[in-house]
């Protein structure tokens, strides 16, 4: 038994020392995979302030709402530019996760965790089950009308049917991401590595 607790930690250790090389690549993979949601997300609110604004103020009932919209799409965008090239990655992952936490509990808190209303859960703790049953529903009306009125074969060629839940899910995703990288910081392949190798030396 020892010789078996042996080998694993042998093993163990081996495993860890050659991964290190790699190291960079876990939050560089996050990096890439958040940047370009962000920055695209966030041009989007500020080239279409007035329509974000007015989003902001009457469906989420944020107090001012054009100053709100300027700085959730500028945190968004220059916060996105910042992760990309991992520059004081720790220092833009912070507003970041705190718009995304803003995000979830004022768009999409009300419509429970999934995005998407599909009837197997993927997570046990949603709490708006009754928004997946009645979209269930509207979706099998949907396509019944469809299937009467239309050519359904053509409008599914490229894809099922489905409603829009909107719950939580994206939002909390991006927020646990970001969490990682503030803590894992941006890694070898970044700005801020670079920086400090050079401050350093």
Partial sequence: M???IGFCKCAQHYLIEKSRALDFTAPLLLRIYLAPIFIIAGWN???DLESTAYYFGEYLGMPLPELMAFLAGSTEFFGGI???IGL??????LPLIFTMFIAAVTAHWGNGWHVLPESTLTMPWEWRTDLIEGAAARK??????????GNIEWLTETGGFTILKNGIEFAATYLIMLLSL??????KASADHFIQKHFNE
């Fill in 2 to 4: 020892n010789k078996i």
């Fill in 82 to 84: 910042a992760i990309l």
């Fill in 182 to 187: 503030f803590y894992l910081g941006a890694g």
């Fill in 88 to 93: 004081a990655t720790r220092w833009a992952s």
């Fill in 140 to 149: 099998e009306m949907a396509i019944s009308i469809l299937r009467t009125h």
């Fill in 45 to 47: 609110k500020l080239s």
